[in-house]
C-alpha cells in the first residue's frame, strides 16, 4: 500500500464524483483476473444504489472525505464572489469540459459549473441537458455542505442560493 493513500473507515460518509455523497458500508474482496483486490462498498441511499471502488484507485478515482467547515466557508465566498470566467465557447467543448471538472470531484470546480449554469439560467434559460447538470450539481454541493456542517439541507440550500448570496451578509452566511 502507498502511504499516502487515505483510508477510509466503515459508516465514513464521503464523495464521489458523479454520485455525490455516499457512506462507505465496508470493504469487500474480489477476485479479478487471478488477484485478489480490495473494494470499498459504497452506498448511495438518494440512488438507492451501491458501487465498488478498488481501494488501491480510490483516490485517483476521485473518492474523497467531505469538506471541513473551512473549505465549506472558502466555497461559500467562492460562490459569493460572483466572478464568472466561463467563456462563451460551443456546447460539446463545454459538456465535455464540464464532463471532466465533474469526474475531477473538486468542490471547487462543482461551484464553478454551478455558479455558470445558474447565470446562463438569468439570461437565456437552460436546456434540458444543462438543467440536468445544474440539478446534480446543486444536489452534490447541498448535501456535502449539510453533512460538513451538520444543518439542514434547507440550511444548506439557503447558503448557495443567488439571490440569498447577493443579499445575505456574508458574516451571517460563514458563521453557520
Known amino acids: 500500500m502507498d ?4 483510508v477510509f473507515e466503515q459508516g465514513e460518509k464521503v464523495m464521489y464524483p458523479q454520485f455525490g455523497l455516499g457512506t462507505v458500508a465496508g470493504l469487500t474482496e474480489k477476485q479479478v483476473n487471478g488477484a485478489s483486490l480490495s473494494f470499498y462498498r459504497l452506498e448511495f441511499p438518494v440512488k438507492q444504489m451501491e458501487i465498488l471502488v478498488p481501494v488501491d484507485r480510490a483516490r485517483e478515482n476521485g473518492l474523497r472525505r467531505v469538506m471541513s467547515r473551512k473549505e465549506v466557508r472558502e466555497l461559500v465566498k467562492h460562490l459569493a464572489s ?3 470566467s466561463a467563456k462563451s465557447q460551443q456546447w460539446h467543448r463545454w459538456r465535455k469540459k464540464t464532463l471532466e471538472q465533474l469526474k475531477s470531484g473538486d468542490p471547487l470546480e462543482i461551484a464553478n459549473i454551478y455558479r455558470y449554469l445558474r447565470s446562463l439560467e438569468g439570461k437565456k434559460g ?3 441537458t444543462e438543467r440536468k ?3 446534480q450539481v446543486e444536489r452534490m454541493l447541498i448535501s456535502e455542505i449539510a453533512v460538513a456542517l451538520q ?3 434547507e440550511h444548506a440550500e439557503r447558503m448557495i442560493t443567488p439571490a440569498k448570496l447577493a443579499s445575505t451578509p456574508k458574516a451571517r452566511v460563514l458563521a453557520s
Not at 3 to 6: A, I, L, N, T, V
Request: charged letters at 10%.
Open 82 to 84: 460572483g466572478a464568472n
Open 151 to 153: 444543518v439542514s439541507e
Open 3 to 6: 502511504g499516502s493513500m487515505e
Open 126 to 128: 437552460l436546456s434540458f
Open 133 to 135: 447538470i445544474l440539478t
